[in-house]
């Protein structure tokens, strides 16, 4: 006899995350949840875009880590909102935790939420949160075989971001055989090559993460 532990889990789950995207949809609020391994450079990505898009929308974070509250820190010293999640193990947010982070911000003044997801590459992809959109970042010196290894996180994925570029020439990445590899899980995703700690390639992501916070206003 099987017992399927998941089905229930991801059923509450899913329950709660339609309340939540009735409730950013209701205020206007795009929530935009990134996946990443650890070390990708999640954090150095949303302040780069914090930077770019601050002008013209209202920004929060919900940082989730298993501990610690170092990145939330980063981002509030810029002056932004920013909600620790310690998931205290977990190698994901659910639904209910991001629940309880937006009860303790300002809907009516928000424009986007930036949820950085707990670093993992599997575990994330099965939790709807209420998001807008899943977006992925996986960074040069990680390889250019990770789309295959971890299809379903590419699958999932709206878009795509390749960070820390500028490292290219010091790794062994085969752009060629990812871009085609992404193509072949997600052909409907862009791909925004990036050095966010540089400022390289910032520019296109924001705009185009602009356009799809501006089509719900």
Known sequence: MQIDIKQPILGKNDELAKKNRELFAQ?????????????????????????????????????????SSVDAEK???????????????????????????????DLERLDLIIVEN???????????????MKVMILSVPEGDDKPLKYPG???ASEAIILNKVDTMPVFNFDSDAFYASVKQLNP??????????????????????????????
């Open 75 to 105: 981002i509030k010293a810029q002056g932004i909102a920013a909600v620790q999640i310690n998931t205290g193990g977990a190698c994901h947010l659910e639904s209910d935790m991001i629940r309880r982070a937006v009860d303790v911000l």
């Open 27 to 67: 205020h206007n609020v795009f929530v935009l949840d990134l996946l990443a391994s650890p070390g990708s450079g999640k954090t150095s990505t949303i302040l780069a875009t914090i930077d770019a898009l601050r002008d013209e929308f209202n920004i929060a974070v919900i940082e989730g880590d298993i501990a």
């Open 153 to 155: 996180v590419f699958q």
């Open 118 to 132: 707990v670093g993992n590459l599997v575990c994330p992809t099965d939790f709807d949160l209420g998001e807008n």
């Open 188 to 217: 409907q995703a862009p791909v925004f090559p990036i050095a966010a700690t540089k400022g390289e390639g910032v520019t296109e992501w924001a705009e185009w993460l602009a356009e799809q916070i501006r089509a719900i206003q």
